[in-house]
């Protein structure tokens, strides 16, 4: 046999090409998906159905540690009646069954009083059957989430820590987190449901980051867009208001404290309005606006690389990997 020097060198440049390009990869990767603004049509709903539906597949196939909903699980212009929820829910259980953190949008409830409704619910009332359909009937959506945590006086705000990774929910919807276009509800009983909520998040947070050392990393996710510039430009909220406000300024500064308190990478993801975009907003804060409502019919894969501090997350698209935008600007 002859032994050809330039086929040896070429070998081994090969080789040594492929051993790189591995070890560019994260190989402490850890993968999410989230879903928000879906499903609002027959369309969406094909995309989500198993077994040939083609986000069902795609889910599937990245075998996330966890899939988030950040609410608004149905069209807004579809009445929320009981049986309408009932559908939605088992179509989102069989995505990913037992392995699904859902927080409340305000398609889910809020909206559910809008006059040109066929049937106009009593929002709060909407509330209560949600929260207990949701985190009381089984299917639970949590049932093989080992450990996963959930705060006594609020259900609905979950916390799951899997291999130094923390993902929680918050429940801060739209709508001017309910502060505004209370049609059917008791307009005193209604604010002292958004305050208690509004303190029970608050309190969620501090119980997050007492448990900051066994994470390397946050992940919160909720459904109102707390960034949109119509909310930065609004006048705050009082408890009067039955207009649009801006209801969630103490929220951004919270977000801005915890991540210089904790000193970890911090994600804060929502849905709402229908950029999907990413961006880094302070030192340790990163804003993914997720994709979803009809803008973007997609889902959204979040790579946590531990081993990464200057891109620790990375962002992409399932149907379409070259999102999301970066930098919002909606």
């Not at 069954?97 to 619910?121: A, E, H, Q, V």
């Amino acid at each position: 046999m002859t032994f050809n020097i330039y086929s040896w060198q070429k070998r081994c440049l090969h080789i040594v090409f492929l051993l790189l390009a591995s070890c560019s990869s994260p190989l402490w990767a850890q993968t999410i998906i989230i879903l928000a603004d879906t499903p609002y049509s027959d369309k969406e709903k094909s995309m989500l159905q198993g077994p040939t539906g083609i986000l069902y597949r795609l889910i599937n196939e990245a075998s996330p540690s966890v899939v988030m909903h950040l609410g608004d699980f149905k069209n807004g212009g579809k009445s929320c009646t009981d049986d309408l929820l009932r559908e939605h829910k088992a179509l989102l259980t069989q995505i990913y069954p037992g392995k699904i953190i859902y927080t409340p949008g305000d398609n889910d409830w809020t909206d559910c009083d809008r006059m040109f409704l066929l049937y106009s619910f009593d929002e709060l009332e909407r509330l209560n059957f949600l929260t207990k359909l949701m985190f009381h009937t089984p299917p639970l959506l949590t049932k093989n989430l080992p450990s996963i945590k959930t705060q006594p006086e609020q259900i609905e705000n979950k916390l799951w820590i899997n291999d130094r990774l923390a993902v929680s929910t918050l429940h801060i919807v739209g709508t001017s987190n309910g502060r505004a276009n209370i049609g059917k509800s008791k307009h005193e009983n209604a604010i002292k449901r958004v305050d208690e909520r509004d303190e029970n998040n608050l309190a969620w947070l501090k119980t997050i980051e007492d448990k900051s050392k066994n994470f390397d990393a946050l992940i919160i996710g909720f459904q109102a867009d707390i960034y949109q510039q119509s909310v930065l430009e609004s006048d705050a909220c009082d408890n009067t208001s039955l207009k649009t406000c801006d209801a969630f300024a103490f929220y951004r500064q919270a977000f801005i404290d915890l991540a210089k308190r904790l000193n970890k990478p911090v994600l804060i993801s929502h849905g709402d309005t229908g950029e999907f975009c990413f961006e880094k907003l302070d030192n340790n804060l990163w804003h993914l606006n997720a994709a979803g409502d009809f803008r973007y019919i997609d889902a959204t894969k979040v790579t946590f690389d531990k081993e990464s501090s200057d891109r620790p997350f990375i962002i992409n698209g399932l149907i379409n990997p070259n999102l999301p935008n970066i930098g919002c600007s909606n």
